[in-house]
């Protein structure tokens, strides 16, 4: 059984820093592209960033480039650091698992349950 499990949500004042985790199980992973995506209340689930865990390749969104880093240790886990926090990046943020490098979350296969990050001003 797949399972992601994210951690490390929770409330940080703008200008913070938070690092979320991603812990996926239940299959080999080592082929597969681990993305973020987060969601705010009343408006679609957005792409974050992404990283090929068979090495190379990181993608961003244009919104959280030079604030936002993804990697992975190379044992399943992925981790989104998230600095110079702002109010916009209040969201639920998913952890998903696909096969293909993906903007559109309809191109990942596995999800997380998400983890709430609240950014006050």
């Known amino acids: 059984q797949v399972q992601l499990v994210e951690s490390g949500g929770g409330l940080v004042q703008a200008g913070g820093s938070l690092r979320l985790s991603c812990a996926a199980s239940?299959?080999?992973?080592?082929?597969?592209?681990m993305g973020w995506f987060r969601q705010a209340p009343g408006k679609e689930r957005e792409f974050v960033a992404a990283?090929?865990?068979?090495?190379?390749?990181l993608y961003y969104a244009d919104s959280v480039k030079g604030r936002f880093t993804i990697s992975d240790n190379a044992k399943n886990t992925v981790y989104l650091q998230m600095n110079s926090l702002k109010p916009e990046d209040t969201a639920v943020y998913y952890c998903?698992?696909?096969?293909?490098?993906?903007?559109?979350?309809?191109?990942?296969?596995?999800w997380g349950q998400g983890t709430q990050v609240t950014v006050s001003s």
């Open positions: 998903a698992a696909g096969r293909i490098i993906a903007y559109d979350a309809r191109g990942y296969e596995y």
């Open positions: 239940g299959r080999t992973f080592s082929s597969y592209v």
């Open positions: 990283i090929r865990l068979s090495g190379g390749g």
